[in-house]
C-alpha cells in the first residue's frame, strides 16, 4: 500500500488514547511480510509493539518509535468531516492522528519497505530494523513504552539510534528536528489557612492572602539562563483553587498545581530546594507533592543528526534547524536504552486540533527523509 493509503487506513481506525483500535494489528501485517519478527508487549489494557528485523550481521539497530493512539476528537459537529473519516479535500488529508502521528509510522514503514527492496536487490545491509509502538503516549504513559523500555532493559537489549515520528515542523516540512527534550517536574501545593467568615477575618487565616507574596515571588526568579541547547527553565501555573464557592466565607484551604519545563542547567532536586526554601521563609504551612515526568535529555550533532540534515536537504532542498522546545514525549523513557535519539515528523501546527490534517504534498518527501535516514546508518 502507498503511504496514502497506509496513512487513511490507520486514521479510520478510531484509536482514542490507549485503545488501539487495531492498528497494531494491521501494522503488523504490514511488518511481517518485510521479515520483521512481531512480538506484543501489551500490559496494563494498553497494545504494545515491538518489531525487529536483522540484517547480514548484528550490526547498529536503528529504532523507529511511535504512538497509534490519538486525543479525544472532540465536538463531532465542529469538525468538518468525520474525524476517522479519512478525507481529502484541497490538497489535505483530513483525520484525527493526520499528522501526529499515524502519518509518520505509515511513512516509515513505506521507507522500510522501499529499502529492503533496494537493498536485497543489491548486497542486503548491517544492522538491524525496528519499530516500538505503543497506544499510551497520549494517556498516562505508564504501560506504554515506559513499559516496553523496562523489559528490553532487562533483557539487556539496546538501540543505537532511534527516530521518534512526533509532528516537528513548524512552518514547512524538514524545517525542524527535536534533538532533545526539556524536563518536566509537576507540583501540586496545598496551603493551609482557617476557615471562617468574612466579616470575622481575626478568627481566620486567609490562604489565599498567606501564599499570594509567595507565589508572585515564585514566578518571578530567574531559574537559570538556559545554554546554547535549551531554552531558560519557566515555570507555569497551572491550577489555582480556593474555597466553597460562597463569597462570605474565608477558605480554609488553598490548592496550586504548577509545572517546571526545565533545561539541563538545572536539575529537579535543586528547583524543588528553591521552591521549599521561598515557601519557608514566607512562613506557610503548607503539603507539596512533586512529580517528575521527564529529566531533560539531548542528542549531540553526531551520526542521527547529520544523517537527518543531509536527507531532509536531499529530499526538500531544506536547511533544518535543531530544537529541544516543546512538550514531552516518548523519547524521555527511550533515551535510558539509545544514546541518539531524534524526533522528526510532519507539520505539527494542526495537531490536537479540531479538523487536524496533513498536506498530501508532505507524504512523499516523509517517506524518502525516514528511508535516507536509514540507509545513511545501514551499511
Sequence with gaps: MPVLEKTRALIARPSVTPDDAGCLDLIASWLEPLGFTVERM?????????????????????CFAGHTDVVPAGPLERWSSDPFTPTLRNGLLYGRGAADMKSSIAAAITAVERLLARRTASAGFSGSLAFLLTSDEEGDAIHGTAHVVEVLKARGERIDFCIVGEPTCVDRLGDTIKNGRRGSLSGKLVVHGVQGHVA????????IHLASPALAELVGIHWDAGNADFPPTSLQISNIHAGTGASNVIPGSLEVAFNFRFSTASTADGLQARVHEVLDRHGLEYDLHWTLGARPFLTPHGDLCAAFIDAIFEATGVSTTSSTTGGTSDGRFIVDICPQLVEFGPVNASIHKIDEHIAVADLEPLVSIYEGVFGRLLT
Design 42 to 62: 501489551d500490559a496494563g489494557g494498553v497494545s504494545n509493539l515491538w518489531a525487529v528485523r536483522a540484517g547480514s550481521d548484528c550490526g547498529r539497530m536503528i
Design 200 to 207: 470575622y477575618p481575626h478568627l481566620a487565616r486567609n490562604p
